[in-house]
């Protein structure tokens, strides 16, 4: 399995206020810690059925922090405050899930996966209509 690449879209970027370069470069810091964390679990994987086990994981952490991001959207326009970070921050979270869904050695056994832990789960697929 090839190794994972993530990046930062520019629009991203671009959101960010004048003064957000140390975002920036948290978040440059926070992208290369996924893909190294990813990388290191493919390449520790058995097979590639664990490491899309790996990235799976790291997805569904991803969306819990996407999640997070945007519950604080409201609470900071509440008390006065730009949210940008928080809606920064939140679409990383969304683009990263993308380009890990969207990737060529992934996108198959990622949907295997998922297929996997929903039947393992004791959830029928019928249950879910």
């Known amino acids: 399995m090839d190794d994972v690449t993530l990046t ?7 959101s960010l206020p004048d003064d957000g370069g140390a975002a920036a470069k948290d978040m440059e810091r926070a992208v290369e810690g996924w893909e190294d964390r990813i990388n290191r679990a493919i390449e520790a994987a058995d097979d590639e059925n664990e490491a899309a086990g790996y990235v799976l994981d790291a997805i569904e952490e991803m969306d819990d922090r996407l999640e997070e991001y945007d519950e604080f ?9 730009s949210p940008i970070y928080a809606i920064a921050w939140r679409n990383l979270m969304a683009d990263m899930i993308g380009q890990l869904s969207d990737h060529d050695d992934l996108a198959d056994r990622l949907d295997r996966e998922r297929t996997h832990r929903v039947v393992d789960d004791g959830i029928r697929l019928s249950d879910l209509h």
């Open 8 to 14: 930062i879209p520019a629009p991203i970027l671009d």
């Open 73 to 81: 959207v409201p609470e900071l326009r509440a008390w006065g405050q």
